[in-house]
C-alpha cells in the first residue's frame, strides 16, 4: 500500500490497531464475566437501589423454588406372607340317625305344640355338637308324606297327629333343621324312604293319604303297609320329583336313602310282592329280563337317575345310601343271612361299584364276632368292592342293649373302621337315641374317639370352586390377643379352622362359619402365644389357603 510508505500515516495506523485489538479483548473478558454472573451479581454491580431490577429478581427466585424438584423413587415394600407347618386336622364323618317314623326320635308325640318340636330338636343337634358330631340325617319322608311344605305329598302324621295338616303356628320343620344345624356346624342329609307309601301302624287312611291319591302306583301288602310299586314307571317319576323338590328349595347338605327298596318278604308274610299288573306290562312290550333281573333293573336306574338329577341341580349335595350290610350269603366267605340282592331286590353292590353314590354306609349292625356276620369281615369286603374310592361309612347299631360291653363293642367298630377305611373315616350310628337315652354309650364314644371335634372328609369327585384366602387381625388386650378374620365371600364359608402355637407347639379349633373372632390367652402352661393362623372351608369341607401372623413376644 501506497498509504503506509508516508510515516505519518504509518503511525496513525498502528495506534488504530493497537486501540482496536485492546478495545476487542476487553470486550471479550467482560462478556465472559456476563455469562457467568448470577442475577444477584449483575443487579449489584449495576444498580443495585433501581427497584426494577430487585423486582427481577425476586421473580427468577420465585421461579426457581416453583421448579418440581426430582426425587428418588421410593420402592413398595412387599412383606412375603408368613410361611408355617400347620398341623392335620381330623377328618371323619360322624352322623347319627334322626327317624320320624312312628315318632321313633322326633318328635317323641305326633301331639307336641311347635314350640315343644323346637325345643326337642334343639336339644337332639346340641348333643350332637356337644359330642363332636358333625353331621344329622333327618328323616323327611318316612311314607309318602312331608315333614316340610311340599307340593307333591301330605304333612306327615307324626308332625301334628293328621295326615295333611300343617304346623301351627306354622314353621317348616325341614327349614328349621337345616338352619340349626349349620349353625352348630353339622352336616344336614334328608333321609326319604323312596317306595314306602303308608306304615303299618295304627294310622287311618284318609283321602289325603298318597294311597288313595296315587291308587294305580300303590299295593297293599299284607302287614298293613303299602307299598309303591317300583315296576310302574310312574312311581320312579313321582319319587324323583320328590327328591328333586328338597333338592332345589332347601340348602341341605345330602339326600339319603336307606335299606327299603323292595319290602323284606316278612311284611307280606312270604308271599311274593304283588306287582302282577306292572310285571305284565312290561312282559307286553317285549321285555327279555327274568322278574327278578326286571325288579333289580327298576331300582338300578331310579338309583341312577336320582344321582345325575342331584349332581346336574347341585353338585355340592352328596347322595347317601343305606343298604341292608349283607349283599348275598357268602360274600365273603363264611357270611350268612338275608339277601338284600334275591330278597330286596337291591344290587347295592353294581351302585358302588358303578359310583352312582357319594357315600355308601351298609348297615353292619353284627359285632365283630361271631364271623358268620362279622362288622369288620364285612367292611373289607365292601371295600374291596369301592373301585371308585367313594366314602365307605358303614351304619353301627348303639340301640342294640344297654350294657357296658356293647358300648365297648361300638367303640371297637369305630376303631376297626379306621384302620380298614383309613383314607376316608367315618360312620353312622342308628340311632340317636341309643345315644340320648344310654349314657353309657355316650360317653365310651365320646372319651375314646370323639374327644376332639372332625372335620367331614373331603369329596375331591365333587367339583368346587377354591375359596379365597381369610384375613386374619390380631390385637393384644392385656393378657389376650383378640383376634378376628374376614372373609370376601362370607356366604361359602361353611367352617372355619383356627390355629395357635403355644411354644412349639400347635393346637386348632373347629369353628361354625359364623363365628368370626375368637379371644386367645398370651401365655398357656407357661408357654408364650408365638402364632395364630386361619382357614376357611367350603361345604365339601376343602380349605382354603391359610393366613398367619407372628404374636410378639412382650417387652
Known sequence: ????????LRVFYIVFISVFLLNACGGKKNTSKHVLRSPEKEVKASEPTNPSKIARLDTVKRARSEQPVEKKKEEPIIVPPLRVELPEVDREFRAAWVATVANINWPSSPSLTTDQQKHEALALLNFLEKNNFNAVIFQVRPAADALYASKYEPWSYYLTGEIGKRPEPYYDPLEFWVEEAHKRGLELHVWLN???AHHSSRITVTPQSMVKKEA????????????????????????????MDIVKRYDIDGVHFDDYFYPYASYNGGADFPDYASWQAYKRKGGQLSRADWRRENVNSFIKRVYEGIKAEKNHVKFGLSPFGIWKPGYPSGITGSSQYDELYADAKLWLNKGWVDYFAPQLYWPIHPARQSFTALLQWWSNENTHKRHLWPGINTVRNKNLEHSAEIVRQIEATRKIVPESKGVVHWSISGLTKNPHMTNAVYQNVYSKKALVPRTPWLNANPLLRPTLLLTKQENIIFTKWLHKQPHEVFQWILYYQYGEEWGYEILKGTQTEKELPLQKNGKHLRTVAIKALDRLSNESNYEAKRVPYPG
Open 1 to 8: 500500500m501506497k498509504v503506509l510508505s508516508d510515516p505519518v
Open 216 to 243: 294305580d302306583l300303590v299295593v297293599r301288602l299284607k302287614n298293613g303297609s303299602y307299598w309303591f310299586d317300583p315296576g310302574n314307571p310312574k312311581t320312579q317319576d313321582h319319587a324323583s320329583n320328590v327328591v
Open 194 to 196: 323312596p317306595y314306602r
